[in-house]
């Protein structure tokens, strides 16, 4: 049983386009979050999210909006697409805000071209 | 700047050695996690060890923490070729759990 899972797992597509990526996780947490991991592998996180209510809001461009349906589900949005964007996006999910293990899903490597 | 930094960058040794890491990390922390990410997977928790604590012990591993110095280790000892991943250091960071993480430490570990 994956307990957290994210679709798709790859995704490529032209630069100026919108993407989302989903994510879901099954162990009953109140939080989740969204990281970004770029080429050198450095983890930087994008937004957190406790029962479907923002906390973090790094400084991400406006292009990407995060959305959650309920509290099983954190989806990410990217608007307008651009080459840097290209990464590995990485969701997680932790029991509460203040919980430090977090569990983290297969990640989405996006490519942009 | 990351929070954490790994060092080394990468590590490769054979089967049966053993295999240290550190992490150095700049503000004060209530604990600190370490991360394993086997290539083209995500992250799986390994261990954490609190601010009070000084070494902590799970199966093969041994992960210390020296806040004088802002510093940790991770020792994987009697390595096996499935452990060939990389390995962070990761520390929470004000309200809401936010993790840092370190640049990572790569092993590779030969049969």
């Known amino acids: 049983d994956t307990a957290v899972s994210q679709t798709p797992k790859y995704l490529v597509t032209q630069m100026g386009n919108d993407k989302s990526i989903k994510c879901e996780q099954n162990l009953g947490h109140d939080t989740m979050y969204w990281y970004k991991q770029d080429s050198k592998k450095f983890l930087k996180i994008m937004f957190s999210?406790?029962?479907?209510?923002?906390?973090i809001n790094e400084t991400v461009p406006n292009r990407f909006s995060p959305k959650s349906p309920d509290k099983a589900h954190l989806n990410l949005h990217i608007n307008s697409l651009e080459l840097g964007d290209s990464a590995v996006y990485f969701c997680?999910?932790?029991?509460?805000?203040?919980?430090?293990?977090?569990?983290f899903g297969p990640g989405t490597r996006l490519t942009v071209l | 700047s990351q929070q954490g930094e790994e060092d080394p960058q990468a590590l490769s040794i054979q089967e049966g050695e053993n295999a240290t890491m550190n992490c150095s990390y700049k503000?004060?922390?209530?604990?600190l996690q370490w991360y394993r990410q086997n290539s083209g997977r995500g992250l799986v928790h390994l261990i954490l060890i609190r601010s009070n604590e000084r070494e902590k012990h799970s199966g093969r591993l041994r992960v210390t923490l020296d806040t004088s110095k802002k510093s940790s280790s991770l020792l994987i000892t009697a390595s096996r070729a499935a452990d060939t991943a990389s390995y962070f250091c990761a520390t929470p960071q004000a309200a809401g759990n936010k993790l840092t993480f370190g640049g990572g430490t790569r092993v590779l570990v030969k049969p």
């Open positions: 503000t004060s922390i209530n604990n």
């Open positions: 997680a999910s932790s029991q509460d805000s203040t919980t430090d293990t977090q569990y």
């Open positions: 999210y406790n029962n479907k209510e923002l906390i």
